[in-house]
C-alpha cells in the first residue's frame, strides 16, 4: 500500500444500496412488483440508505412495471432522485425506458478497460466517448442525471491504465454527477484497491467516486474498508452480500465496519438491518448461511459455557458488535459443550431459579439429549427441567434393558420389549394399531404373565415447543384410569420414545404403591 491515509475519523459515508438490480442478477433471483416496493421502502424509509439502485432498463416488461412502481411511490416521497436505473450507451432507448418509468436518474454503463470497449463493442476509446457525450445531450434534455458505471475498471487500472485515464479526462468536465468504480470481475486485493482508488482521486479531486466491490475471492468487505481509507466516500452494497458469481458487499458488514474500524458515520439507521436482511431472504429464497456476520442465525449464539461464564463476569467474551445494535439478542446455545453457566443465563430468562444440585441435574440431560438432536433451544427448557427434576422423586425400580419398535408399510407396527423388574429380566413381543400400541401390549403380557395390574390410558397429548421445529423435544402426557386417574410425562426427541418413557414413569409410580405418602406425592407432581 502507498501513500498516506486519507483523514477520515468523523466524516460521513454514504451508501448506495443495489440489491434491486445488481442483487436481483443473483442465480434464480426474481423480485415482483410488490416486493421490489416492499424492498425499496425498507431501505429508503427504515434502514435509511442513502440512494438505492432497482433496476437494468429494457429488461422485460416486468422489470417496467416494478420500476414505475418504485418511482410512482418515489415521487410521493419526495424521493426521485435517490432511486437509479442502469442504463445502457443505446443514444436515448434506455433514458427513454427510464423516463417513461418515471425516473429521474440513470447509472450509464460505459466501458472502463480498454479490452471491452475494443473486443465487446468493437470500437475505438474516441468512439465510444462520442457515443457517451450523445447520452449525455440527451440526458441533459430530458432532465435525467447521469452517474457513470466504468465497467471492468479494476481491469483497466491493471492492464490499460492509459484508457481509464483517457475516459475520465474526456467525462470529468461533463454534466455527470458520480463516476462509479467497479471491480466488476472481484479481482483486486485491498493494496491494489487502496492504489487504484487513491490514484484516482488523486488525479481527479473534482470528481466524486463511488466503489462497487464484489466478493469473488471473499475479499469485497477488504476491498471497500481499503477503497475508503484510499478516499472513496460512497460504497455500493447488497442486503445479504446478494449478486452475481459470489456476490457484492454485504450492507451489514460495511455499515459495522464503517463504524466500528473507520470510526466513521453513515445515514444508516444499523438496527434496523437484520429486518430488511429477514425480508430480503424471504423475497429472494436465499437463506442467509447460519454463520454469516451480523445476520446469521448463530452469530450472536454463545456455545460454550465458559463463555457464558466470562459473559456473568463483567462480559468478558463480548466484543463492539453488540446484537442489540442491529436489532438482535444475545442467546446461550444448550448442546453439549454448554456449561452450568450458560444453562443458568437460560433459565434466569425464564424466571427459573434451581439449587446447584439440581441445575447440574438439568446440565447433564442437556448433554444427554443434545447427543440424539441437532440443538435444543430456550423453548425446550421448561421441558427438561420438568422432566429432570420430576425424575427425582421417583425410585427406578423398573427399568427398560432395551426395545425395538417397527412399522413396515403394509404391515402392522411390531414391538420387542424387555424390562428389568426387581433385577429379573422379562422379554414380550407384540404387534398393535401404531409403534407405541405394540409397545404397551408388549408391556402388559409381560405384566400379566406377573399377574400385576396395570391402569388404562384414559388421554394422550404431543406437545413441542411453538416455532415448528421438525428437530423440537417432544414432551407426551399420558393419563392413566386405574385405581385413580394420574398423568406421567415423557420427554425426548422422538414421539414414540418420548411415550414410551411416560409409560415407565408409570410403571414405576405404581410399583411404589407400597408407599401411600409418596404415591399422592407423586401423582400431584405429575398432574401439576
Known sequence: MTGKTVEIEGKCLTIMDTTLRDGEQTSGVSFSETEKLSVAKVLLEDVKV??????????????????????????????????????????????????????KVVNLLCKGSYKHVTEQLR????????????VLAYAQEMGIDVNI??????????????YVHFMISNLKDERIERIMLPDTLGILDPDETYDFCKEMIETYPGVEFDFHAHNDYDLAIANVFHAIKAGIRCVHTTVNGLGERAGNAPLSSVIATIKDHLKMKTNVNESQLNKVSKLVETFSGIRIPTNKPLIGEFVFTQCSGIH????????????????????RIRQYALGKTSGKANIKKNLEDLGIELDAESLKKVTNRIIE???????????????????????????????????????????????NVALEIDGKVYEEFSDGDGQFNAFAKAVRKIYKRLKKPLPILGDYVVTIP???????????????????????????????????????????????????????????????
Open 50 to 103: 442513502d440512494r438505492i439502485e432497482i433496476a437494468s432498463a429494457r429488461v422485460s416488461e416486468g422489470e417496467f412495471k416494478g420500476t414505475q412502481r418504485v418511482m410512482k411511490w418515489a415521487a410521493e416521497k419526495g424521493l426521485l432522485k435517490r432511486v437509479e436505473v442502469l442504463g445502457f450507451v443505446d443514444g436515448n432507448i434506455s433514458l427513454q425506458w427510464i423516463a417513461d418509468a418515471g425516473g
Open 308 to 327: 457464558a461464564d466470562g459473559d456473568n463476569k463483567n462480559n468478558l467474551y463480548f466484543n463492539d458488535l453488540l446484537p442489540e445494535r442491529f436489532g
Open 369 to 415: 439429549l443434545a447427543d440424539e438432536k441437532e440443538t435444543i433451544t430456550n423453548d425446550d427448557l421448561p421441558y427438561i427441567v420438568a422432566d429432570v427434576l420430576e425424575n427425582e422423586y421417583m425410585e427406578q425400580k423398573i427399568k427398560v434393558v432395551n426395545y425395538s419398535v417397527n412399522h413396515t408399510m403394509g404391515l402392522r407396527p411390531v414391538a
Open 123 to 134: 470500437k475505438t476509446p474516441e468512439e465510444h466517448i462520442a457515443d457517451i457525450k450523445k
Open 466 to 528: 411453538p416455532g415448528g421445529r421438525t428437530d423440537a423435544l417432544v414432551e407426551t402426557v399420558i393419563t392413566w384410569k386405574g385405581k385413580r386417574e394420574f398423568k406421567t410425562k415423557g420427554l425426548d426427541s422422538d414421539q414414540n420414545a418420548a411415550a414410551i418413557k411416560a409409560t415407565i414413569r408409570m410403571l414405576n409410580m405404581i410399583e411404589n404403591e407400597f408407599n401411600p405418602e409418596k404415591l399422592e406425592e407423586l401423582v400431584n407432581i405429575e398432574n401439576s
Open 149 to 162: 458505471y466504468l465497467e471492468d475498471w479494476s481491469n483497466g487500472m491493471r492492464n490499460s491504465k492509459d
